[in-house]
């Protein structure tokens, strides 16, 4: 079956743009994760939805960073006015429940570069 | 709080020779452990999985790893190399402090084998 899809793959925007990055999770899995990983460095946590809800937000670096799940599938993670120090890769995961551990699958990432 | 470590930032061994990727942790609970696999321009791919049963775990492609707690390490190994495990390698652990199922991952191992 399909795993976890990123569009775009690649994104170049302008410094103090705005950005929409989005992610199609496994069908059926309830639970989604957001991922920012910096070059050189692991991935770091931003957000995580059960379901549509958004159940911890802790990781996400500041205000300008916002994600949504509306229909509890698809999440959209939105950047505003962006800055040089948001290039990173961005994954989304997702997993069939969030609750103890189950596998997190990984989607192949999406490449931000702000100029 | 839950942390890893990985000792290296890069291993490099010839094919046919064994692999020995460190990784040390930090929990205050009993911790789930992991070890990832990102090939270039690919998805994160889960390796294998310690989550308190038994200490010597094996994955997948021949790749094997031993929760030892007297030491807190968890260290990847395979005995023999192939070109193909040329890829960087993350150390995880699971976070019990934030939402449920979040990971902590290391800044990551690259490794190269040379034939």
């Known amino acids: 079956g399909a795993g976890v899809s990123q569009t775009p793959s690649n994104k170049v925007t302008e410094k103090g743009k705005y950005v929409e990055l989005r992610c199609d999770p496994i069908?059926?899995?309830?639970?989604l994760y957001w991922y920012r990983q910096s070059l050189g460095q692991g991935p770091e946590f931003l957000i995580y939805?059960?379901?549509?809800?958004?159940?911890?937000d802790s990781g996400l670096p500041n205000d300008r960073f916002f994600a949504v799940r509306p229909e509890g599938s698809v999440s959209t993670l939105k950047i505003q006015r962006t800055e040089r120090g948001d290039s990173a890769v961005y994954l989304c995961?997702?997993?069939?429940?969030?609750?103890?551990?189950?596998?997190?699958?990984f989607g192949p990432g999406t490449r931000l570069t702000v100029l | 709080a839950q942390s890893v470590t990985q000792l290296d930032s890069h291993v490099s061994v010839s094919e046919g020779t064994p692999v020995l990727l460190r990784c040390n942790y930090s929990?205050?609970?009993?911790?789930?452990l992991f070890w990832y696999v990102q090939h270039p321009n690919k998805g994160l791919q889960l390796l294998l999985k310690?989550?308190?049963?038994?200490?010597l775990v094996k994955g997948i492609n021949g790749f094997e790893a031993e929760f030892k707690k007297s030491e807190t390490s968890f260290h990847l190994t395979k005995p023999s190399a192939h070109m193909s495990d040329a890829a960087e390698y993350f150390c995880?652990?699971?976070?019990?402090?934030?939402?449920?199922?979040?990971?902590?991952f290391g800044k990551g191992t690259k490794l190269s084998v040379k034939p």
């Open positions: 929990s205050s609970y009993s911790p789930s």
């Open positions: 995961a997702s997993s069939s429940s969030g609750r103890g551990y189950n596998e997190q699958f």
């Open positions: 310690y989550t308190s049963a038994a200490t």
């Open positions: 939805f059960q379901g549509t809800g958004a159940a911890d």
């Open positions: 995880v652990v699971l976070n019990y402090g934030g939402s449920q199922g979040n990971l902590i």
């Open positions: 069908s059926g899995h309830t639970a």
